[in-house]
């Protein structure tokens, strides 16, 4: 099977990368028409020269880019375009890819009007060998159509319909999921070259054992040279670029093990004085003979990850997660890659205290599991299936090839703790069992060295999935949606539903998400919803019943809802967007954000 953009496109003496983010041209089909341009092949020439373009950033979403609710609230197909020069000295013994962070939902490109590539399921990354698409010492042209429509067996969920509108006829896209389905070219573009044969993918786990760490690598080359004439040689570099080991394998086999002595393990943010320490596991292909034939550098962090009944271990210690679910957005770029935004937001988890947080619902961007990686902040990896619900094979299927491209992605970041498979199923349902069952055991086949879990909110009693899972974290609202306003019905509840869990399924338990919508700056005293007295005193009744939890030894952590306030779609309940961040959107603290850093601080101060 192939691997499926496996590797992020890093530069290195064998390969070159160059980025085609910047402004492009785009364009909508007409509503209820998501099939016109192919059907009248846009590809085939500069869209300029079929519609009328506008100036669309990549990356980003097109939501809110523009003044026009058209474009906000499309459903279905919009087109983009650029050219490209490519250099001709790329010509020659090498082979030219074309690589996409992330397209939401669906895509289909075209280079040079040919089709290069389709991908399904946002927020995953898709390449594509194009060296026979392209002209070299010239002008290319890169097409993309990108699809927003969900549907009952796309990975999230959704419903189209049709209702009636003044002069016509629209389509509705609904979904039960509580986040805005921003669509469009949301992270990088690259185009980047390797040599013909070279390294298709590096997988690495770590272990630890008193003061030596052990790295066991092993290397899937693709191309032209057979496998007989090849092998690799590892050389591992300490974070001040010191060599600390180095291997050369036999012919024909890509894989071994090799021993650090007197490692420096990889920590979370305030476990040890220099969290997030990472090695460089460099991976020279070469021929049989010596000679050089790709280079790829992977950045590895040392540790292991041990869990029980009872407990989750990092290196034999045990882990009290101090986190947050988050959500990939802002304002006008949706859900488009920012380094500024992703550099803001890890310095505000680390003034907080926090060590971790939840990719809900969705995977985030490669770039921001790198900087997880580096901070030591750990994450527990989620992929997109949120709310599922209507269980059937065809979902089934594209779940579980979600899965299969997050783990075959982030498999070698030391930041990632746990796999989540899904965010509010509908693990009451008829068929939950076996469908959780399969996703799974599916998971822990293709990975074996984290443990699993998915956030729940149904009641424990109806539950149906929790029994194939390594850890179990529940989602409540006690004190908004269930008992509003009433902050002395928090606590007893809180406790007593976690004992609930875990009395059903003898786990580890976590609270993946407690919070309360609240307006920044809206004060009213004695608290009432909405205001940010509110919040903090619905954090308080949380926090207390946290702390008896934490002395029974299985409850290992506790996650806000939300991080920041992010948009949604337009409904009554919401105010501009979901209001449950500590955070505003323009990520500025509410007043709880110094209640939660006392606490997180202190707890972390524990350990
Ligand atoms: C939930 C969902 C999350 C929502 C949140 C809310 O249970 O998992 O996506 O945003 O509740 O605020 O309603």
Not at 196 to 215: A, N
Not at 226 to 234: A, Q, S, W
Not at 393 to 403: N, P, V
Request: aromatic letters at 12%; proline letters at 4%; a neutral charge.
């Amino acid at each position: 099977t192939r691997v499926e953009g496996a590797l992020y496109p890093h530069e290195s003496e064998t390969r070159e990368v160059r980025n085609l983010d910047g402004i492009w041209n785009f364009v909508k089909s007409d509503e209820g028409n998501p099939t016109q341009g192919v059907r009248e092949q846009w590809y085939k020439d500069d869209l300029s020269k079929v519609k009328t373009v506008i100036p669309m950033p990549v990356p980003a979403s097109y939501n809110d880019i523009t003044t026009d609710p058209e474009i906000r609230d499309h459903v279905g197909t919009v087109w983009y375009d650029r050219t490209f020069f490519v250099p001709n000295s790329w010509r020659d013994n090498q082979r030219v890819w074309l690589r996409f962070g992330s397209v939401h939902y669906e895509a289909f490109v075209w280079i040079n009007g040919e089709t290069a590539v389709k991908h399904e399921i946002g927020h995953l990354p898709f390449e594509a060998d194009i060296t026979k698409f392209l002209k070299f010492g010239e002008q290319n042209r890169i097409t993309v159509l990108c699809d927003n429509a969900l549907i009952q067996t796309t990975i999230p969920q959704g419903k189209i319909s049709e209702a009636q509108r003044d002069k016509g006829i629209a389509i509705i896209q609904s979904y039960t999921f509580d986040f805005f389905n921003y669509a469009g070219i949301h992270r990088s573009v690259h185009l980047f070259t390797t040599p013909k044969t070279y390294i298709e993918d590096v997988k690495i786990t770590t272990d630890l054992k008193e003061s030596t760490g052990f790295i066991f690598y092993e290397v899937t080359s693709n191309g032209d040279i057979p496998l007989e004439e090849l092998r690799v040689r590892i050389q591992i570099k300490d974070k001040r670029g010191n060599l600390v080991g180095k291997q050369t394998t036999k012919a024909s086999e890509l894989k071994g093990v090799l021993n650090i002595e007197n490692v420096k393990p990889w920590w979370p943010y305030l476990m040890d004085p220099e969290p997030g320490y990472l090695y460089t596991t460099e991976v020279y292909l070469e021929g049989a003979n010596g000679k050089l034939i790709d280079v790829y550098r992977v950045k590895t962090g040392i540790r292991t990850l041990t869990w029980t009944e009872s407990s989750f271990l990092i290196n034999g210690k045990p882990v009290y997660f101090r986190g947050f679910g988050r959500h990939e957005d802002s304002d006008i770029r949706g859900k488009g890659l920012d380094y500024a935004l992703l550099t803001r937001d890890f310095n505000l988890l680390k003034w907080i205290g926090s060590n971790v947080y939840r990719t809900s619902h969705y995977p985030y961007s490669e770039e921001s599991m790198q900087f997880a990686d580096e901070q030591g902040i750990m994450i527990i990896d989620e992929c997109p299936s949120v709310d599922t619900e209507n269980f059937n094979q065809a979902l089934l299927d594209k779940h579980k090839s979600s899965l299969q491209q997050l783990v075959n992605r982030d498999k070698n970041h030391a930041c990632v703790v746990m796999w989540s498979i899904a965010n509010e199923p509908r693990t009451n349902q008829y068929n939950a069992d076996t469908y959780f069952g399969s996703v799974a055991n599916y998971t822990r086949d293709l990975d074996k060295t984290r443990p699993i879990t998915a956030a729940i909110a149904v009641p424990s009693k109806d539950d149906k999935a929790g029994r194939h899972l390594d850890i179990i974290s529940f989602n409540r609202y006690n004190g908004w949606y269930s008992n509003t306003g009433r902050l002395d019905m928090i606590t007893d509840h809180l406790v007593e539903e976690a004992i609930g869990w875990h009395k059903k399924y003898n786990r580890p338990v976590l609270m993946s998400e407690y919070g309360a919508d609240t307006v920044e700056g809206l004060h009213i005293l004695p608290s009432y919803v909405w205001s940010e007295e509110f919040q903090e005193n619905l954090f308080a009744k949380h926090f207390k019943a946290f702390d008896t939890l934490r002395k029974t030894g299985w409850f290992i952590g506790e996650f806000v809802w939300n991080f920041a306030d992010f948009k949604t779609a337009q409904t009554i309940t919401r105010v501009g967007g979901n209001k449950k961040g500590v955070f505003t959107r323009s990520r500025q603290p509410k007043s709880v954000a110094h209640l939660l850093r006392k606490r997180y601080f202190a707890i972390g101060k524990e350990v």
